[in-house]
């Protein structure tokens, strides 16, 4: 190969490598990077030539170091081994790095090692876990035979203290509070020890997630604004409901924790706890939870899933929150990562299996036939369903009703309807529909309290004002029925 192909391949080599790649002077300055070493640290190419390579370099390594990495140059002409060095945002970025001397100075590569370094962390955390796991499940199932003793003497006791005595009987509460809080601790011990049974059923994630949010949101300081996403509504997943209401609860309080270990000189302009609920891929749904918080340096955040681990202060956290949070997703077949950085924030990721692959859930666009005289509850139910995914027709009396379900009956998947109607009443639609033989769920609404409907109409009857949640609930059912029987 000739002198001129040999630097034309080193020079597509250089600008198109994967790996960093840095020429210097032999006074020790840059000359010339590559785009990934400016990827690979943040800086651009005005930041860094003319810069001394030292520039990157953090305090984690002795001076010694860099004094046999000259050493080596000056000797052999080379030296490679693993560097912890500095972005220009500060982040830590491990690298294996090779150096060469030339005569016109020095030639280097490194390799990002962060990924390996992941990967190593995991299957050492997951080996620790795993012999934690057996011995906190002996733990907590010795432990709940001594709460379950402690807990029938004291209810011997209360049922003995006299009416009077109210200091005694506080006292006595006071101990029935400490074992609340013991078992909790224990509950949490047995699902991190996977040895606490429940049972699962089908759950659509999105109402779910709504539910912790309200759950949640009272607890959070009013300066934090807490907002949710749905990107995917129509999304279910299988898991038992108060399990997993109680695992991202926790995840959104800990969101929240990351705000008091701010001080209030540093608190964000906007402090926020952002939740996002997508498709992974056509087999996982993702929650995305992440808030600009106080955040977590490298080593807290290489523990934050060990079991007692906590950054709250004495007395105020048990360290089994996360611990226990991925335990219980492990257990459904999820995943949950955790990526922060110190006064960054922190954003969690959880991934669900769900029930039916995206594929099979995507063409469901459910449409309901609303019909209201009132045209300020059609606007309001309307804006109520269009939100939780259903597309909406409507119609203001029953005569556009029945022709529209004439036109369109085979698009339609449910009916909501009021029975007091001008020109023709919602018990006549219904008793036409059904005499076509169709089985469309009806739900009819009125505002009269004797009002009843015929049970051969085979109509769901809600009072005015109809609970949004309720209706919501029959229609997810409804649907769900639907989907089983075709």
């Known amino acids: 190969m000739s002198d001129a192909r040999l630097e034309t391949s080193l020079r597509a080599l250089f600008d198109h490598g994967r790996d960093a790649m840095f020429i210097a002077c032999e006074k020790g300055k840059f000359t010339h990077v590559n785009e990934a070493f400016l990827q690979l640290y943040s800086f651009t190419e005005d930041d860094v030539i003319g810069q001394p390579i030292g520039m990157i370099k953090s305090n984690l390594h002795d001076e010694r170091l860099y004094e046999t990495i000259e050493e080596s140059l000056a000797s052999k002409g080379i030296w490679s081994g693993e560097l912890r060095n500095t972005s220009y945002a500060g982040e830590i970025i491990h690298v294996w790095t090779q150096i060469v001397k030339t005569e016109e100075g020095f030639v280097g590569i490194q390799v990002d090692l962060r990924e390996r370094d992941r990967t190593t962390r995991q299957v050492e955390q997951a080996a620790r876990l795993e012999s934690i796991s057996t011995l906190a499940g002996g733990i907590a199932h010795e432990f709940n035979n001594i709460l379950a003793g402690i807990q029938g003497h004291l209810y011997m006791m209360r049922s003995s203290i006299p009416e009077e005595s109210e200091k005694e009987r506080d006292r006595v509460n006071r101990i029935g509070n400490l074992i609340e809080r013991a078992s909790s601790l224990v509950q949490n011990m047995l699902v991190f020890s996977k040895q606490k049974r429940t049972v699962n059923h089908e759950i659509l994630l999105s109402k779910l997630l709504e539910d912790v949010v309200k759950l949640a949101t009272p607890s959070i300081p009013k300066i934090v604004h807490v907002h949710l996403d749905i990107i995917t509504k129509l999304v279910r997943i299988t898991a038992n409901e108060i399990q997993l209401k109680q695992t991202l609860y926790e995840l959104i309080a800990n969101a929240n924790s990351a705000f008091d270990r701010v001080q209030e000189i540093t608190l964000p302009s906007n402090p926020e706890i952002h939740i996002k609920l997508e498709l992974e891929n056509a087999s996982h749904a993702l929650i995305t939870i992440r808030d600009n ?78 019909v209201d005289d009132d045209e300020n509850i059609r606007i309001s139910l309307h804006e109520i369903l269009a939100h939780h995914g259903y597309d909406i027709l409507e119609a203001s009396d029953g005569v556009q009703a029945l022709d529209l379900w004439q036109h369109r009956s085979d698009t339609i998947d449910a009916i909501i309807m009021d029975i007091v109607m001008p020109h023709m009443d919602g018990m006549e639609v219904a008793k036409s529909i059904r005499d076509t033989g169709n089985e469309v769920p009806i739900c009819m609404m009125t505002g009269y309290s004797n009002q009843h409907v015929q049970p051969e109409l085979k109509v769901h009857l809600f009072r005015k004002p109809v609970d949004p949640d309720i209706l919501l609930q029959y229609l997810e059912h409804q649907m769900l029925r639907n989907d089983s029987d075709k």
Request: negative net charge; proline residues 5%.
């Open 293 to 370: 918080g106080f955040g977590m340096d490298a080593n807290e955040l290489s523990h934050c899933l060990d079991p007692f681990f906590t950054t709250k202060p004495v007395g105020q956290g048990t360290g089994l929150g996360l611990t226990s949070a991925n335990s219980y997703i492990k257990q459904l077949g999820g995943t949950l990562e955790i990526d922060s950085q110190a006064r960054a924030g922190t954003t969690v990721r959880v991934t669900l299996p769900l029930t039916q692959n995206a594929e099979q859930i995507q063409p469901l666009n459910r449409s309901i036939l609303l």
